[in-house]
């Protein structure tokens, strides 16, 4: 992620060329004097980690904003682990009649590194243009299903995932799933009886995301049992005793962590309106030119990301060169996985709609501070090249 590009107030005033640089995202997390209660219970406490008051205190207060039972939610370190571990609890690591994993090609590079670190040999499979997200109706079709051990459906850009089709894939078929919801604080909050249920939710607290602890995670599950599995592979394996029973890691969110996490959900409504803001000056600003309907932005997605569109490969290259040439910060968030150098294997496959959409979809500057005049500068330079 970058922080680069600190300042973000455009001068033009001086000159036609002074104009600084708007970073693609510029998070804003509790500051020290937020955070300093906090820090005084964990010296008194003298808990630092290993699921202590305040980490506990964290799962408690998400759980009822996503309205479930506290026990439902688990602490993870990062979104990754959250997602690793969630696969581990529900189906163990991968064996040798089930050693596949069904990951979409378009989403971000932990997906799928997720999967292969419960030992799964990650196929990648396309997208739906309309959702960017995998079909479960299609996916119950796939050749090798009887060689897959889970399925990771994302929720791309925090667009949530209904639990509905991926519940009756699962029942039919017989293959696990996880959904990689790494973006969805937010989103999942306005449903949560459709976004949350028997298929366990993976999602990430990282700086780029809109809620966020700096490096963290939950997994919300459906069930205290399952739970209690995640807590465990979080913690090698150890549950009431001091014995390795399950495979698993190191995965439990510091007291330290969890002290930002409060903090943050403190004064969530304000950071959450000063997003929604920015999203919404975007959207009037895209509108009075006639491209309103190429953005995509909260609250359909998660707030720290606003995506452009185009309509082709073309337009989205000569947009690129635009916002090069006035030094404002852009980013194609997710890659089509299957092409990256570690994920790629030969004979190349084809994902058109991954590859169309990993070129297509462009992330443009966010901050919960960015002001009005820099949003309108964005949109002044990205309209002179449609
Ligand atoms: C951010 C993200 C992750 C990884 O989360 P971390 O907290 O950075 O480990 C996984 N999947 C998707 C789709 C993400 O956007």
Redesign the pocket.
Same mark, same amino acid.
């Given at each position: 992620m970058s922080n680069d590009g600190a300042n973000m107030n455009i001068r033009n005033q001086d000159n036609n060329c002074t104009r600084t640089r708007i970073p693609v995202l510029r998070p804003s997390l509790p500051d020290a004097n937020r955070l300093l209660p906090y820090l005084r219970r964990i010296d008194q406490n003298r808990v630092y980690s290993n699921f202590g008051p305040l980490s506990l205190e964290l799962g408690q207060r998400l759980a009822d904003r996503f309205q479930v039972n506290a026990e439902k939610v688990v602490c993870a370190n990062? $979104?990754?682990?959250?997602?690793a571990t969630a696969i581990l609890a529900i189906t163990g690591r991968a064996t040798s009649r089930r050693p596949l994993a069904i990951v979409p090609s378009f989403?971000?590079a932990?997906?799928a590194l997720?999967a292969e670190i419960c030992g799964f040999e990650v196929i990648f499979s396309d997208v739906s243009a309309e959702s960017w997200g995998l079909e479960a109706d299609k996916l119950a079709s796939f050749p090798n299903l009887d060689r897959v051990g889970v399925v990771v459906p994302?929720?791309?850009?925090g667009r949530p995932v209904e639990q509905n089709a991926w519940r009756n894939f699962q029942e039919t078929t017989g293959v696990p799933v996880v959904i990689?919801a790494?973006?969805c604080f937010e989103t999942v909050a306005h449903s949560p009886h459709k976004y949350m249920g028997r298929i366990p939710v993976a999602m990430?607290?990282?700086a780029?995301?809109s809620f966020s602890c700096g490096?963290? $995670?939950c997994v919300v599950v459906d069930n205290e049992e399952l739970a209690n599995r995640v807590t465990q592979c979080l913690n090698f394996g150890f549950f009431r005793a001091r014995e390795c029973e399950y495979p698993s890691m190191n995965g439990k969110m510091s007291e330290y962590h969890a002290a930002v996490g409060l903090a943050e959900l403190d004064h969530w409504t304000e950071k959450a309106t000063a997003m929604n803001r920015v999203s919404q000056i975007y959207r009037e600003n895209f509108s009075r030119r006639g491209i309103g309907h190429k953005l995509v932005s909260a609250p359909e997605i998660c707030s720290s990301y606003v995506l452009f569109v185009s309509t082709t490969e073309t337009e989205a290259i000569s947009i690129q060169s635009n916002l090069e040439s006035s030094s404002i910060g852009f980013r194609h968030?997710?890659g089509a996985l299957h092409r990256q150098k570690y994920f790629s294997r030969e004979p190349a496959q084809n994902l058109p709609v991954s590859e169309n959409l990993s070129k297509r979809i462009l992330g443009l500057p966010v901050a919960p501070d960015l002001d009005r005049d820099s949003i309108s500068f964005v949109c002044e330079t990205m309209d002179t090249g449609t």
């Open positions: 990062s $979104g990754t682990t959250a997602l989403t971000f932990a997906t997720a994302v929720a791309p850009f990689d790494a973006a990430s607290f990282h780029t995301k490096e963290g $995670g968030w997710y």
